[in-house]
């Protein structure tokens, strides 16, 4: 029951990241593919956090952790770079 | 689940590809950047947390950050 | 006894309902501010749905988990917030059928 569900849940997500690829493939602008990539970690951050609980190991958990700093980071270098600045 | 792992090598060799045809050099810096995030969960699927977080330190923000000062101070992007 | 895997599944699939949504937003707007839109809103409470799904399969891990869920609710609308403003200082037209545009109208007031 709950694999499951949680399987259709993993579908629906790949579904959220083929849409994300295809906008960051076709957006007219740079600041388009920032939204495109920005959508991406907001996916894979809980991603990896599903890849810790199944594969037991907690250390997993700490990527996830690091991966939202650090695109955080990215986005607002991007938003700075934008605004002619960096 | 493999098929997620082959959908995601699918995704990274397209966008990788079209980071190199694309014009716009700030576009290449942000496909870069989902390479590397890609390429991290997969580094992760293998069971390499150390190579991850160390993929994600490098690809998230120290390469977009350096190629955007790079092409601020060059100029290459007007 | 409550069948917690269940429930822990059913919000992981909530959330990821939510995550869909919003890459759909994404990848059908017409301009960059209304994807920013969709791809802000509707993707930070996937986030947090699906943590928080994540974490009731796990309740041992439920305040690591959490801690990152935090962090993306803090930190997402500031990225997103900036990039907004960013593109539209950088001339990113509107779309077509716009009729307001609040923040070049705050501009000339100053």
């Given at each position: ?27 007219p602008t ?20 599903a ?8 250390i997993?958990?700490?990527?996830a952790?690091v991966y939202?700093?650090?695109?955080f ?10 605004d002619?600045?960096? | 689940?493999?098929w ?18 694309v ?56 | ?5 269940v ?18 937003g ?10 920013m ?18 974490g ?12 990152i ?22 001339g ?13 109208h ?5």
């Amino acid at each position: 029951m709950a694999d499951t569900i949680l399987l259709i849940a993993l579908v629906l997500a790949a579904g959220a990241v083929l849409l994300a690829v295809l906008r960051l493939l076709r957006g007219p602008t740079a600041a388009d593919r920032a939204v495109a990539l920005d959508v991406m970690t907001l996916v894979f951050v809980p991603g990896m956090v599903a890849l810790a609980v199944f594969s037991g190991r907690k250390i997993y958990l700490d990527v996830a952790l690091v991966y939202g700093v650090l695109s955080f980071l990215g986005v607002m270098s991007l938003a700075r770079y934008f605004d002619r600045g960096i | 689940m493999i098929w997620l792992d082959a959908l995601v090598c699918l995704l990274m060799i397209v966008v990788a590809v079209t980071a190199t045809a694309v014009k716009n050099l700030v576009s290449a810096v942000i496909m870069v950047g989902v390479v590397s995030l890609l390429v991290s969960y997969l580094f992760l699927r293998m069971g390499a947390p150390d190579v991850a977080m160390t993929e994600a330190a490098i690809g998230a923000a120290l390469t977009t950050v350096i190629f955007l000062i790079a092409l601020r101070r060059t100029g290459e992007d007007r | 006894m409550v069948a917690w895997d269940v429930i822990g599944a059913l919000v992981t699939l909530a959330g990821s309902v939510f995550l869909l949504l919003g890459a759909i937003g994404v990848a059908r707007m017409p301009d960059l501010y209304n994807r920013m839109q969709a791809g802000t809103k509707a993707t930070t409470l996937g986030n947090l749905l699906t943590l928080t799904g994540l974490g009731i399969l796990m309740p041992s891990w439920l305040p690591k988990i959490l801690l990152i869920a935090v962090f993306v609710l803090v930190t997402n609308p500031i990225s997103s917030h900036a990039l907004a403003r960013a593109a539209h200082a950088a001339g990113i037209p509107l779309a077509k059928g716009s009729v307001k545009d609040a923040l070049d109208h705050d501009r000339e007031a100053r």
